[in-house]
């Protein structure tokens, strides 16, 4: 008897076969339509499948639609897909006009190769693929790219389709709805209504400017990172964007971490390099003076910007960058005090995440890798370290056995979205390293020199990868307190625009970010406009509203709320603030 899990994998198995087999259909599609096509490779992928064509003009958007309902004639033509061996030389024959196919050939061992046909279709597969194509269910194409043959750049570039297909309409739709809310949330896509922040051409890829609008988010999540900071019995630092070859010859950085470093510049014939950390100025700041054990925990936080080399390829939005800011902090202890430590920082982070509004957590803890630097009695301390206060916060874990960076086992904290996609945010992570290769000591009671322990600790990660999260977990829609406009008073004509002044002082007056929209726009437009903004309050005044000394409040869910008096939303909109709540009203 099968059980369920066997049933699971069997049922990915048919779906990735289905999958499969849709691409041979939309080869003999793409066929039919350019008789000349010659064919790379066609396999599954998660969701659907793809095929590489070399075609004799580039494909639009446009040819999709006419592929789709040639696979569609195919399908519904119930046409078997039949297997046969074929000798090598048939093969040959069989595939003289297609050159990738005979390159593939050549790369297999055997004497014999499977070669599957269905209808005037023969393709050159090991298989397996559905007894007849009547058996695709439900597919659409989704896009077009370019791909080189083999991966290859210096080989061929390639027309990839890429399809989705699914068992059932009903399975693909979901698929479609889900993905259409996933690009709504893009923070690319929402970039460009919201206008936070631009990544031009003449800067470079992977450089961003932010605009006013972010700037004043990011102001007020580095206020209430700073105040909190302090709260927790940190020190805050600053430390300088470069440093001489000897400062990371010492870190060790030019040895394991060159390959992310930029070349260095050439400052009075010595050599200089863009950090791409900020450790090991904090470090320094360690060993300027004798340390004693009175004077431990250290714990040392900066908003430090650091640049790391990313392939032009992989670049993406916020959420891959080549220059960014860490929230970074070091905390350098005693062992007696490790635990504790620890057990602070992962407090710390949860509270201040919790209070940006994510709940959902996948936490990680990794281990000793087998190459690893340190004391083995230290790594087991710190690990057992980080698993007691994980458990001690009730909090589940993965264990990542043997997943630890080289100088220390580590914590992980990603954010689980409502996709269920992963974001990696706090990290807190010992190293055994970096106190080595600086001999940073301090004096212990007993007089004698120690090893402090090192924490690196960053709670947000990158800001520009957390500000990406940020706007895609809103939508753009961000909680009162981080709105970088509060409210958008919208006079209903110009004879109200001195009114609606009035209000906008009053609410400014109290910390509130409100903006008269004195466009020449009509009404509708300006609201309409606020809305797109995602502004949380609109307020719009008119003769009613003169009269009664009252305002009407538009929320940008589109809820009306009852006229009321200035002072009573004023109200409203601190206590929010205050709060840093996710609520309007
Ligand atoms: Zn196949
Ligand atoms: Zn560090």
């Known amino acids: 008897m099968a059980s369920s899990e066997d049933k699971v994998t069997e049922d990915a198995e048919r779906t990735e076969t289905m999958r499969h087999s849709a691409s041979h259909v939309m080869a003999e599609a793409v066929k039919g339509l350019f008789p ?36 569609t004639e195919i399908i519904k033509g119930n046409t078997p897909f039949v297997r046969s061996e074929v000798d090598k030389d048939e093969a040959r024959r069989l595939f003289a006009e297609q050159p990738y196919k005979l390159e593939l050939l050549e790369e297999i061992p055997d004497e014999k190769v499977g070669v599957y046909r269905q209808g005037s279709f023969v393709d050159l597969c090991r298989g397996p693929h559905v007894k007849s194509t009547v058996e695709i269910k439900a597919f659409k194409l989704m896009s077009i790219a370019g791909a080189y043959w083999r991966g290859d750049e210096k080989r061929p570039m390639m027309q990839r389709i890429y399809g989705v297909a699914f068992e059932t309409r009903q399975a693909l739709d979901d698929y479609l709805k889900r993905l259409a809310e996933l690009e709504a949330r893009d923070h690319r896509r929402l970039n460009n209504q919201l206008k936070l922040y631009i990544t031009p051409d003449e800067v470079g890829g992977g450089l961003i400017l932010y605009g006013p609008k972010a700037g004043r988010i990011r102001t007020i999540i580095e206020d209430f990172w700073r105040q909190e900071h302090y709260a927790n019995g940190y020190d805050i630092l600053y430390t300088p964007h470069i440093g001489r070859s000897t400062l990371w010859e010492i870190s060790g950085h030019l040895d394991f971490y060159k390959d992310s470093m930029y070349s260095p510049m050439d400052i009075d014939g010595q050599d200089y390099y863009l950090k791409p950390m900020n450790c090991p100025f904090h470090i320094l700041f360690y060993k300027s003076q004798v340390r004693s054990y009175r004077e431990l925990p250290l714990r040392w936080a900066e908003l430090g910007t650091v640049y790391r080399y990313e392939k032009s390829g992989e670049l993406h939005g916020l959420l891959r960058v080549r220059g960014f800011t860490q929230d970074d902090a070091h905390i350098f202890c005693t062992p007696e005090q490790m635990e504790s430590e620890v057990d602070e920082v992962l407090r710390f982070a949860l509270y201040m995440l919790r209070t ?22 230290r790594w087991q301390d710190a690990t057992s370290a980080l698993r007691k206060v994980i458990e001690s916060e009730g909090l589940p874990y993965k264990v990542d056995e043997g997943g630890g960076a080289f100088y ?28 080595e290769r600086f001999d940073m000591v301090y004096i212990g009671p007993d007089g004698q020199e120690h090893r402090p322990y090192m924490v690196h600790r960053a709670w947000l990660g990158a800001w520009e990868r957390f500000f990406g999260l940020l706007i895609e977990h809103y939508a753009g829609a961000f909680p009162v307190w981080l709105a970088p406009q509060q409210v958008a008073i919208v006079p209903v004509a110009d004879r109200h625009l001195e009114y609606a002044g009035k209000i906008e002082a009053e609410l400014k007056k109290a910390g509130i970010r409100a903006k008269v929209d004195a466009s020449g726009e009509r009404m509708n437009q300006k609201i309409r406009a606020a809305q797109l903004e995602k502004v949380p309050y609109m307020i719009i005044v008119g003769d009613k509203e003169i009269e009664s000394g009252t305002v009407a409040v538009r929320l940008r869910t589109g809820e009306q709320l009852p006229p009321q008096a200035v002072g009573d939303f004023k109200k409203t909109v601190k206590k929010l603030v205050k709060g840093k709540s996710t609520g309007l009203v």
């Open 36 to 71: 000349g096509a010659r064919f790379g490779i066609g396999p599954a992928i998660e969701n659907g499948f793809y095929y590489d064509f070399e075609l004799p003009r580039p494909l639009t958007n446009e040819d999709l639609p006419l592929i789709e309902a040639r696979m």
């Open 408 to 435: 220390g086992p580590k914590i992980d904290i990603k954010f689980r979205d409502a996709f269920g996609r992963e974001w990696q945010l706090t990290t807190i992570q010992f190293d055994f390293n970096e106190p």
């Open 356 to 377: 940006l509004g994510f709940k959902d957590f996948a936490v990680y803890l990794s281990t000793r890798p087998d190459k690893a630097v340190g004391d083995e009695r």
